[in-house]
């Protein structure tokens, strides 16, 4: 864990507050995964006015729409979901089958543009700044994540106030806080996709290796923060 744990809840404490006060509107994607569920215990504790949605894309676990009836017990607030447009949905089915994504990189990204990219857009769509949980420990794909990034891609400011937390920093704060967390996690999932794409990892394995599973490191994204099939290169600006 961080040494000085109560200073990096601070910092990320006062990161939310100036997002809702100098960036509003401001809109927080949550994938329903213990650090979303950190931010959203911060956002709805401080009743700070960012709105939280999640990408519903037809093909989550239970588990995961459960943390949505989660939410709602435990904070009283409704997690807004976003859905794929279901004439895509349905034509990317007709022509390659359901569960194409395991054929190729380019099936599955063409998938993940569907239920993903797309509804993102639309929820990003009129805000000045959007925040996720991602942190700089998770993958070779995150190894350069800053707090404040200019996402160009977007046109807005990206905000990921966890890059500099670790994994046990997350876990210290779900417990400390009691905030709910989705139970996959307590089955080896320490990462958590749709229900085909996601499987659980043995110990020792990298947090990611079971996110698409059967494709090289370099290209595990789902494509949030790629534009036209490469990763963002995404300048870092002043924190
Ligand atoms: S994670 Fe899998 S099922 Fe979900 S959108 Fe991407 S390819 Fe499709």
Redesign the pocket.
Known sequence: MTNDFNTLVAATQATLTRIASDFSPAVFASSLATEDMVLADMILRAKLPITIFSLE?G?LHKETLGMLDRIKETYDYEVKLFKPEQSAVDAYVQQNGLNA?YDSVDM?KE??RI??VEPLKRALAGNKAWVTGQRRAQSTTRAELAVQEDDAAHGMTKFNPLADWSEEDVWHYIRTNHVPYNPLHDRGYPSI??E??TRAIQPGEDVRAGRWWWENPESKE?GLHVVDGKLVRIKSVAQ
Request: hydrophobic share 10%; with cysteine.
């Open positions: 894309t093909r994504f599955r998938c993940c239920r993903k996709g749709c085909p794409c789902c």
